[in-house]
T-cell receptor, first 113, second 113 residues
């Protein structure tokens, strides 16, 4: 089955700096890669996703890149703000197979003032 | 929020007792999922449903059963709870469209003593 590895497990940045979280996946058939943000005591919230026919996608301060050849994808957050502090999860799935997600182990991002 | 509620939100029970967690959606989505979240493991799929009375196992299904008698409700049952099932449980839904987006509920924190 699919295996998703995520690094780093913790990340501390100063407000205004950029943050990058990286994930690798094992199943070359995976073609959908969402990112979730989880705040304390809440469920994961989808913040951005990318499909295998696209190399990069941006949404304001957030961007995701995908390298299918190397089987890795990354989340980039620019101009970080304190409200970006949360746990971020990457995931992978194959569309058309009940959309079962395989998650990475999470990255705790702390944005300091 | 995606119209997903989970009940109860918190539960403490004793080893060997049966426990049922409920997920309710108002979106009329076809797919529903149960995940558990544990430190160092991210979110892992327990069971999922692709329609009324249609369910299948995920990667950590041992000790759990599910039922879906109505589109809007997906029940997760621990027939005889064990301490290893202490976790936070999340329900998720997906409309099965090509967009593949999966949305999560607020979670249930279960403690088995």
């Amino acid at each position: 089955g699919e295996n998703v590895e995520q690094h780093p497990s913790t990340l501390s940045v100063q407000e205004g700096d950029s943050a990058v979280i990286k994930c690798t996946y094992s199943d070359s058939a995976s073609n959908y890669f969402p990112w979730y943000k989880q705040e304390l005591g809440k469920g994961p919230q989808l913040i951005i996703d990318i499909r295998s026919n696209v190399g990069e996608k941006k949404d304001q301060r957030i961007a995701v890149t995908l390298n299918k050849t190397a089987k890795h994808f990354s989340l980039h957050i620019t101009e970080t703000q304190p409200e970006d502090s949360a746990v971020y999860f990457c995931a992978a799935s194959i569309t058309g197979t009940a959309s079962k997600l395989t998650f990475g182990t999470g990255t705790r991002l702390q944005v300091t003032l | 929020d995606a119209g997903i509620t989970q009940s109860p939100r918190h539960k403490v029970t004793e080893t060997g007792t049966p426990v049922t967690l409920r997920c309710h959606q108002t979106e009329n989505h076809r797919y529903m999922y149960w995940y558990r979240q544990d430190p160092g493991h991210g979110l892992r799929l327990i069971h999922y449903s692709y329609g009324v009375k249609d369910t299948d196992k995920g990667e950590v299904s041992d000790g759990y059963s599910v039922s879906r008698s109505k589109t809007e409700d997906f029940l997760l049952t621990l027939e005889s709870a064990t301490s290893s099932q202490t976790s936070v449980y999340f329900c998720a839904i997906n409309d099965g469209s090509r967009y593949n987006e999966q949305f999560f509920g607020p979670g249930t924190r279960l403690t088995v003593l």
